[in-house]
């Protein structure tokens, strides 16, 4: 349809684009986790986005309208960034659960896209981590960390471990499976020993958590990766630079400051920043336009938010990892943010 | 010399917030202004300008000649229409107008006799200098001067000198952001001497003390022209020192009055004030040289360059239109003679407005007549997605509004809420629709808002006049009655007094009386009725449409 009212020009943006940029930007990301956790986190990755897709196109169908909504790439985006936020053994019905609740309740159930309060992704992660805590934190130890138990890069191994359980290999899931530094710092802080010593015991190098070569989800562990699709997506404007970047600095201010005044309790900034799923939330979860503040001066409040939010639940929380208990709260404070964050208007 | 020249053009480092970076496409950037031939007949609105129509004064059979008066002002926002040849006025009836909704106007039709016998009757006022304002600024009005960018707004009522608000820098505004548009651009390269007249006796009439000269880096040709015109001038023109011509980066929507004067002098114009409340006019390069025109040539406004363009014209190019001239010859000139497939705007791409066909005249506000393949325009008109909150629509607001939220409420029928988050600062310029993702065609929506808002205003005022009125019948109603009642008693009084035994009741004939009052009360209300109805703005003018600042290109 033609509308009479102008602009009679369009940019040539479209959501499409958006996500499939995105999508791209998460590729380094993709490529590490196969790297890391080989036929286990393709499959995985797989499954998500195709039980995400056929989720989307049965809702909207059921919902009687347009199919067409499933090329603009949002759905699968959400498959996806669902994958590298899950740990690389789940049993396959739990991907599978937790992908068509990304969609159904993380989405459709408020209206489908634009309309949602929460990012997709991380609401169905969380909903997991809550059910399932135990399959939720159980890392399997990825290819050139030390010795794998099991071999990665063996396609029948995978499929056997994901469908039959580790039981199939003869083995149990504490056997192939070891602690991430954020929830080792954890546990040896509930048994009274220092930060410092946790790292120490933990044989932490910053190095290896730099380019991803420790315990984690399968998306998560490469800060690396993760940034260099967040500067992609910076210098193509499909984000900007106000939440990623006060979220980190909040964090990593907060965390300085802190193990400047105790140490021994307080892990140190750098650490912070490239443990757990903070950058992957700071450039793609908190950055979901949909369930982010609009205005700069909103997204500035809500990055500090998430960053306050994520370093109080890993310093004094029950969970290891805060960063996406962060941003779904955050999330919830969006309209309120919308309401009050607006720039001031021309000669107002 | 060149180097030097380019030396002393200022360069402002200053900018609005928002903005963005279209596809210029000006293909006619290098064509000179051609001059358009005479069609077989004019049509002439009785409103081309914003404000109050004119009432024709010449009557079918008239003879006019070029120049002459043929409907005359009413109401102080208004400016008279003149006949662009000389010819013979073969009818007065409605005719379309460049409108979307091709609203019907009023409109004088003149046939030329080929002959173009100007009419003398205004007098060339040379010494301009030594004339007073007042009189130039009555000159301007009877010339029929508008803004020529657009905003089609009565020049002489910005010209006033006020000594309230004294004007520091007078703005020319030769930015002319609107993608396709070039007439603007070639009026500077071939009649740079007339605008730098035209600005001489603005400065004079309103007693600014400089006045910058503004043009974006696009067309370097004509920041050229204007900085060597300037010097060639310098020499029998002292005052030519105080005018400085200023490069700024191109970035649409500079052109808009506000955004430019923030970019020029780093103030923004206050909510509810004018440019002249902060000591600055803005005047756009075209009206320049019309007031030139006006003032040296005592020639009345009948003519007006526009760009013809568009990727379904063959041969784009400028042209000098008289006005009146019907958009189908004009585009015939240019090779365009069938129109299927094809879509007319009237301005710009951003700003301007469609039309339902090419059988409405030019008139002053055209400053770009364009056709565009409906292939492009399907492009640009993508159907509408749901909104992904992204914000890109409020980062390239130059007024820094929240486009989205604004688009929600209106789509909400949340008026009164669109109005407190400032829908009414919206200028329309269209940069959010342009950036959205969705395609949502939020100017849409604004301007919806705006109507609705404009409606609701309209009916409130209308309670509140009812409601006046009938306070006002009621309390008239009372002091009659207390009146009467006044009367009553001293009548009763007096009765009393006059005869003691006689016990006649008094009440009687006087309530009879009020009862008489009582119908002639209940008469009158019903022509005051008719009176407020008369007042009610006239539900023609278009609603929010005053609000919204036209970006003059
Ligand atoms: S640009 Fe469009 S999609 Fe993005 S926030 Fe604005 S209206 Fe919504
Ligand atoms: S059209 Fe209105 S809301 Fe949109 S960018 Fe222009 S001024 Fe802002």
């Known amino acids: 349809m033609i509308h009479l009212s102008s602009p009679h020009m369009h940019g040539g943006d479209s959501i499409r684009m958006t996500m499939l940029s995105v999508i791209f930007a998460l590729l380094p990301a993709t490529i590490v986790s196969v790297y890391l956790f080989g036929w286990l986190a393709f499959l995985l990755i797989t499954i998500s986005m195709v039980t995400c897709l056929i989720t989307e196109f049965i809702s909207l169908r059921l919902m009687g309208r347009s199919a067409s909504p499933i090329g603009d790439g949002s759905a699968a985006l959400t498959g996806l960034l669902l994958a590298l ?20 309740l993380g989405k459709q159930l408020y209206g489908g896209l ?14 997991l981590l809550i059910s399932f805590p135990l399959n939720m934190t159980a890392w399997i130890i990825p290819m050139h960390v030390g010795t794998p138990v099991i071999d990665l890069y063996d396609f029948n191994a995978c499929l056997n471990l994901l469908i039959f359980g580790p039981e199939s290999l003869n083995r149990a899931l504490d056997a192939i499976t ?13 048994q009274g020993i220092s930060v410092t010593n946790a790292l120490r015991s933990y044989d932490y190098s910053y190095l290896d958590a730099f380019l991803g070569r420790e315990a984690g989800s399968i998306g998560e562990t490469s800060a690396l990766a993760l940034l260099l699709g967040g500067i992609y997506m910076l210098a193509r404007h499909t984000i900007s630079w106000h939440i990623p970047f006060t979220y980190l600095a909040t964090v990593l201010i907060l965390a300085a400051v802190f193990n400047l005044i105790d140490p021994a309790h307080y892990a140190p900034p750098l650490f912070h920043l490239l443990a757990g799923g903070l950058m992957l939330c700071a450039f793609f979860m908190a950055t979901d336009p949909v369930s982010s503040p609009v205005t700069p001066m909103g997204q500035i409040v809500f990055g500090v938010g998430c960053g306050v939010l994520t370093w109080s639940i890993r310093t004094y929380g029950g969970y290891p990892e805060g960063a996406m208990f962060a941003v779904i709260l955050m999330n919830c404070t969006v309209p309120l943010i919308d309401h009050y964050c607006r720039p001031r208007v021309y000669g107002r | 010399m060149l180097h030097t020249l380019l030396k002393s053009i200022q360069k402002s480092t200053r900018t609005f917030s928002g903005g963005i970076d279209p596809e210029m496409s000006k293909i006619t950037a290098a064509a000179a202004i051609a001059t358009s031939m ?36 009413q109401g102080y926002v208004s400016v008279p229409v003149h006949s662009p040849t000389s010819g013979k006025v073969v009818k007065i009836e409605e005719h379309a107008t460049p409108h979307p909704s ?34 130039l600024r009555e000159r301007l009005r009877l010339c029929g001067i508008a803004g020529l960018g657009g905003a089609v707004f009565p020049t002489f009522i910005k010209l006033l000198k006020d000594n309230r608000n004294p004007i520091e820098t007078l703005i020319l505004n030769g930015i002319e952001c609107e993608p396709y548009l070039t007439n603007d651009h070639r009026l500077m390269i071939e009649k740079a001497k007339e605008i730098i007249i035209g600005i001489d006796i603005i400065m004079h009439m309103v007693g600014a003390k400089k006045a910058i000269i503004a043009i974006e880096d696009n067309k370097p040709n004509a920041l050229e022209m204007m900085q060597e015109t300037l010097e060639i001038l310098s020499e029998s023109f002292p005052d030519s020192t105080r005018i400085e011509v200023c490069q700024l980066p191109t970035r649409y929507p500079q052109g808009s009055e506000k955004q430019l004067i923030e970019v020029l002098t780093g103030k923004q114009v206050p909510a509810g004030k004018l440019p002249m409340h902060i000591g600055v006019i803005c005047q756009n390069v075209g009206t320049s040289k019309a007031i030139h025109d006006a003032i040296i040539k005592g020639r009345p406004l009948t003519e007006r360059i526009v760009t013809v363009s568009g990727d379904a014209v063959p041969r784009p190019g400028n042209m000098r239109v008289r006005l009146g001239t019907p958009m189908r010859f004009v585009f015939a000139q240019h090779g365009l003679e069938t129109f299927d497939h094809v879509h007319l705007l009237h301005g710009g791409p951003m700003m301007g407005e469609k039309l339902k066909n090419a059988d409405v005249p030019v008139v002053k506000s055209t400053n770009g007549l364009l056709a565009m393949h409906s292939t492009s325009m399907k492009e640009a008109h993508k159907s509408e997605q749901p909104c992904i909150r992204c914000g890109h629509c409020g980062v390239v607001c130059p007024v820094s509004l929240v486009p989205n939220l604004l688009a929600d409420q209106c789509r909400n029928k949340q008026f009164e809420k669109a109005e407190s988050y400032d829908l009414f600062d919206c200028i329309e310029c269209g940069a959010c629709s342009y950036v959205c993702p969705s395609n949502i065609p939020l100017v849409h929506y604004f301007r919806y808002g705006k109507g609705q808002l404009a409606q609701i205003g309209r009916e409130q005022n209308f309670a509140h006049a009812s409601k006046q009125r009938s306070e006002h019948r009621d309390d008239r ?42 119908t002639a009360d209940e008469k009158k209300p019903k022509t005051t009725d008719k009176t407020i109805q008369k007042d009610k703005p ?3 003018s278009p609603p929010g449409k005053a609000s919204s600042g036209k970006v003059s290109s």
């Open chain 2, 538 to 540: 006239s539900p023609k």
């Open chain 2, 477 to 518: 109603i009372a002091r009659e009655k207390e009146e009467k009642a006044a009367k009553r008693r001293v009548v009763r009084e007096k009765h009393v007094a006059k005869a003691d035994d006689d016990k006649t009741s008094a009440g009687k004939p006087d309530h009879d009386k009020t009862a008489d009052h009582k």
């Open chain 1, 114 to 127: 634009g309309y949602n309060l929460f990012n997709p992704a991380l609401a169905a992660r969380v909903i």
């Open chain 2, 102 to 135: 091709g609203m019907g106007l009023p409109s004088i039709f003149i046939e030329p006799d080929g002959k173009d016998t100007r009419d003398k009757s205004l007098k060339p006022i040379k010494a301009y200098r030594d004339t007073d304002p007042t009189e």
């Open chain 1, 85 to 104: 936020t899950l740990p690389a053994y789940l049993p396959w019905w739990m991907v599978i659960l937790a992908s068509v609740m990304a969609i159904l």
């Open chain 1, 178 to 190: 070891m602690a991430s530094p954020l929830g080792h710092i954890k546990t040896e802080w509930s």
């Open chain 2, 38 to 73: 005479q069609p077989q007949l004019y049509i002439l609105p009785i409103k081309q300008h914003i404000g109050e129509a004119c009432e024709p004064i010449v009557s079918v059979g008239d003879h006019v000649k070029w120049g002459q008066k043929i409907a005359r002002s």
